[in-house]
């Protein structure tokens, strides 16, 4: 387990390549986003079950979380995004409140995250009729595709779903 000296030792080791490896990473001309990633990216491995001074190659350990990270902000960023443009499309009267936009964008991360690994048809003949209420027949036209294939991507879906939930 790591002492509060091994700890410092790590960070020390690691904190200036890890902050120019991001800069170039993600052409950053602001130190601020830089050192952001940089410290959420310790605290995910000083956090985690691993044993660092057990670990190989730190730098690669830490580009591997740094580069999750950044994935998931990304992913963060086009959810809220989308959410965003589909309130402004809403032609509703109701504002949803900030707590009610952080859920729901929470949930679409989760539901992100769910569909991860599913192949492109099925994760949106899926998404088109939970999210978008369309017909079975609506979605086979829509991805020329038979209503037995929707039903098909569906099941499968669900399958691949509630196998993510179970691990």
Same mark, same amino acid.
């Given at each position: 387990?790591?002492?509060?000296?091994?700890?410092?030792? #790590?960070?020390?080791?690691?904190?200036?390549?890890?902050?120019? #490896?991001?800069?170039? %990473?993600?052409? $950053?001309?602001?130190?601020?986003? @830089?050192?952001?990633?940089?410290?959420?990216?310790?605290?995910?491995?000083?956090?985690?079950?691993?044993? $660092?001074?057990?670990? %190989?190659? +730190?730098?690669?350990?830490? /580009?591997?979380?740094?580069?999750?990270?950044?994935?998931?902000? @990304?992913?963060?960023?086009?959810? *809220?995004? /989308?959410?965003?443009?589909?309130?402004?499309?809403?032609?509703?009267?109701? @504002? +949803? &409140?900030?707590?009610?936009?952080?859920?729901? =964008?929470?949930?679409? *991360?989760?539901?992100?995250?769910?569909?991860?690994?599913? /192949?492109?048809? +099925?994760?949106?003949?899926?998404?088109? /009729?939970?999210?978008?209420?369309?017909?079975?027949?609506? =979605? @086979?036209?829509?991805? &020329?595709?038979?209503?037995?294939?929707?039903?098909?991507?569906?099941?499968?879906?669900?399958?691949?779903?509630?196998?993510?939930?179970?691990?």
């Amino acid at each position: 387990m790591l002492n509060y000296t091994s700890m410092d030792l #790590f960070v020390r080791d690691n904190q200036f390549w890890l902050l120019r #490896f991001l800069q170039k %990473k993600l052409n $950053l001309h602001c130190h601020h986003d @830089a050192q952001d990633l940089s410290q959420d990216t310790f605290i995910r491995a000083l956090t985690s079950s691993i044993d $660092l001074f057990e670990v %190989k190659e +730190p730098r690669a350990y830490l /580009a591997t979380i740094a580069n999750r990270l950044i994935i998931d902000k @990304a992913r963060r960023k086009r959810i *809220e995004q /989308a959410y965003l443009e589909a309130q402004l499309e809403s032609s509703q009267e109701y @504002a +949803p &409140s900030c707590e009610e936009m952080h859920e729901m =964008i929470q949930k679409l *991360e989760a539901l992100s995250r769910l569909l991860e690994g599913l /192949a492109d048809k +099925p994760r949106r003949a899926f998404l088109m /009729a939970r999210l978008d209420g369309l017909k079975y027949q609506e =979605i @086979a036209q829509e991805l &020329s595709i038979s209503v037995s294939m929707v039903q098909k991507y569906i099941a499968q879906t669900l399958l691949h779903c509630h196998s993510q939930l179970l691990n």
